[in-house]
């Protein structure tokens, strides 16, 4: 069992940046994969970024070039590095860490206004 806590949303302006943190409980090393997902109001929930055990990454079309997935072992944090963003980015979001299980952070906001 791990708890993931998500923090590091808000408001802020249309074309300004945010890092999001998600800290787990326990050491992140034995994870496949870790991922940030978001959800808007009336949408399903996303993939936005991916970071595997081994360090590669993927990213959902509308956010290349401007997030960044890391990860810190020796801090047991996933973070998501936003810039530029925008008002379609306005979403809760959501760390998720995979193993033999899915582990959900509760989630943190993200407002950005045009």
């Known amino acids: 069992q791990v708890q993931l806590v998500e923090s590091g949303g808000g408001l802020v302006q249309a074309g300004g940046s945010l890092r999001l943190s998600c800290a787990a409980s326990?050491?992140?090393?034995?994870?496949?994969?870790m991922a940030w997902y978001r959800q808007a109001p009336g949408k399903q929930r996303e993939l936005v970024a991916a970071?595997?055990?081994?360090?590669?990454?993927n990213y959902a079309d509308s956010v290349k070039g401007r997030f960044t997935i890391s990860r810190d072992n020796a801090k047991n944090t996933v973070y998501l590095q936003m810039n530029s963003l925008k008002s379609e980015d306005t979403a809760v979001y959501y760390c998720?860490?995979?193993?033999?299980?899915?582990?959900w952070g509760q989630g943190t906001q993200v407002t950005v206004s045009s």
């Open positions: 998720k860490l995979t193993n033999y299980y899915d582990y």
């Open positions: 970071i595997t055990s081994g360090g590669s990454t």
């Open positions: 326990r050491s992140i090393l034995r994870f496949n994969a």
